[in-house]
């Protein structure tokens, strides 16, 4: 997709903007009130020392924010220099808004060799997820996405979108099983085929951010960079809460992750009825779902997850969810709650 093409496009987002343009939706934390703290890459200034620390800013192009309980403001400024100078190297690494990303790289030359350790290691998460949702996860399904953002972004498009062989040509580029992954290289083996890692770069990023404030000596701590990851719960020993975007639902995690996959999130058309999650294996946008909520121990796992579920249908999602000991909050057209973790443990 050219830079052009992304910028028409996000005239219509109405959430975050990372890599191609988000792949999900994220409840905000509902954060008590806390010790607000300034950093090198923030403007917040320091304020009754002694409290939770907590920094909020622009981070992937977007906002975000880090919750730090029980620490001094000096340690918590540190530790979040360090982890915004990670996400600037990340987004080296997997962003398509950058021409010299190693990912942008990849799919200008259809090969990439001495791949970053850190695109092998996501895209062999991507892969997993691919297989243990039969292709309802598929990282190259960005020739899809291109052609409905062109589609859309030209003027007087046609409302019923792209023309059936038109997204017959773009789904046969959408195959994971033809992308080779080696430590040393990285391979296409179709001429066109493309990854966008919407659906699930977003919680490695989270989770490499968590790990490092981990190292860092911090262990209450809510990490929301678009996924959501706690590490423990809050200083006083209770659970953080995070509320599900667009529901009435509250959830309490405590070492678990949380990512949130919505149509709402990102559309190609005013409507809303062509938007970024697409079905790999019928080249449609999905739209079984209002939204699916994945609760995992990893938002890797919950980001990756949570865009295949919207593809899937209620017996696929909750035989998946057993497989991998996850909970779903899922939500119908209607937004009446279908799938809840109690439906997911009585399997």
Request: a negative charge; charged letters at 20%; glycine letters at 8%.
């Amino acid at each position: 997709m050219t830079e052009p093409m992304t910028r028409q496009l996000t005239r219509n987002v109405t959430r975050r903007r990372f890599i191609t343009i988000t792949a999900s939706a994220v409840g905000a934390a509902l954060i008590p009130p806390v010790t607000m703290i300034g950093s090198a890459h923030g403007q917040i200034p320091d304020q009754l020392a002694g409290q939770a620390q907590y920094w909020r800013g622009i981070a992937l192009g977007a906002e975000a924010s880090l919750t730090l309980n029980g620490h001094d403001p000096s340690r918590a400024r540190i530790a979040i220099d360090a982890a915004l100078d990670e996400i600037s190297r990340l987004e080296k690494v997997f962003s398509l808004f950058r021409d010299d990303s190693a990912l942008s790289r990849l799919n200008r030359d259809g090969v990439l060799e001495a791949p970053p350790l850190d695109l092998v290691v996501c895209l062999n998460e991507a892969k997993r997820y691919w297989r243990v949702t039969n292709g309802a996860f598929d990282a190259t399904v960005q020739p899809l996405w291109a052609l409905y953002g062109e589609h859309f972004s030209t003027s007087g498009a046609d409302p019923h979108g792209p023309q059936d062989t038109d997204i017959a040509v773009a789904r046969s580029l959408v195959d994971f099983g033809s992308v080779s992954l080696a430590s040393n290289e990285i391979k296409f083996a179709k001429p066109g085929m493309a990854l966008t890692l919407n659906g699930i770069a977003q919680g490695y990023i989270t989770d490499k951010v968590t790990d490092l404030l981990r190292l860092h000596g911090f262990d209450h701590v809510l990490v929301n960079m678009g996924e959501i990851r706690a590490l423990g719960g809050k200083a006083d020993g209770t659970p953080w809460q995070v509320a599900i975007n667009r529901t009435d639902q509250i959830v309490d995690i405590r070492n678990q992750a949380i990512a949130t996959s919505g149509g709402y999130g990102t559309r190609f058309d005013e409507a809303g009825r062509y938007h970024h999650l697409l079905n790999p294996l019928s080249g449609r946008s999905a739209n079984q779902w209002s939204s699916i909520s994945v609760i995992a121990p990893t938002a890797t796992m919950a980001d990756g997850l949570s865009t295949a579920f919207y593809s899937l249908s209620k017996d696929d999602i909750l035989s998946v969810s057993a497989e991998l000991k996850v909970s779903v909050h899922a939500y119908d057209r209607d937004n009446l709650h279908v799938i809840t973790p109690q439906s997911v443990s009585s399997l």
